[in-house]
């Protein structure tokens, strides 16, 4: 959540799941997620539930810049097709 700056709210509205119990999770106040919520956050993060599990220690090291972490936030909130459509575009950038 903090790399892609999304706030408890915000992850939600994604997840259906109420700020409280999310505030617990990230808190840990003795209170993990069940499957289902846990796999929810994962899509809403658009990330694994092994990387929220384990952690994303090589992503952050590799990626710690803020304009990375808004590209992420912002990729993650496109359609499937757009995202495509960047990808095949950083791809062709990347060539040149």
Known sequence: ???QDIKPKELADKTGISVNTLRNYINAHD?????????????ALNTTVE??????????EVHKSEAAGKFLSIFAGLSQNDQ???IALLEEMKRH
Request: aromatic share 6%; net charge positive.
């Open 84 to 86: 495509k459509s960047v």
């Open 31 to 43: 209170a993990l997620p069940n499957i289902d919520s846990a796999v929810k956050i994962a899509k």
């Open 51 to 60: 990387e929220l599990v384990e952690g994303r220690k090589n992503f952050q």
């Open 1 to 3: 959540m903090e790399f």
